[in-house]
């Protein structure tokens, strides 16, 4: 078994092969994407390097975008996945300030227990 910022135990039939624990997040996001366009979204799970959400608007492999309100910041990132309305994002030039605040949201939140969501 492993363990998370939280030391919950983690079943390794559970893990899968990201980089961090991914914890859930079920919070409002805005996304500023490409062209000005600005999209709603919700959280799905987070973690430090990354998050999937739902979007009210479709986004491209690739597009290069902010999230805002990710541990009361706007975080660069990058769509790597996406699937209809669900897209997962990598979080892009964190800095060391901006890491420590998401781990510390994130041991705050409960772990993400689903299977991946194939994004």
């Known amino acids: 078994m492993q363990t998370n910022l939280n ?12 980089r961090h624990p991914r914890y859930r997040f079920s919070e409002p996001i805005t996304i500023c994407a490409p062209g000005g366009v600005v999209i ?8 430090a390097s990354g998050l999937s959400a739902i979007t009210a608007g479709s986004l491209q492999v ?11 910041d ?31 949201s994130c041991a705050l939140l409960p772990l993400y227990q689903g299977k991946s969501l194939g994004i």
């Not at 030391?7 to 990201?18: M, N």
């Open 7 to 18: 030391s919950q135990k983690v079943p390794e039939t559970l893990l899968d092969r990201r």
């Open 40 to 47: 709603p979204g919700i959280g799905i799970e987070i973690s």
């Open 62 to 72: 690739n597009d290069t975008l902010e999230i805002e309100r990710i541990a009361g």
């Open 74 to 104: 706007k975080m660069p990132a990058i769509v790597r996945r996406n699937i209809g309305r669900v897209s997962g994002f990598e979080f892009l030039n964190v800095t060391a300030e901006q890491a420590q605040r998401i781990r510390e």
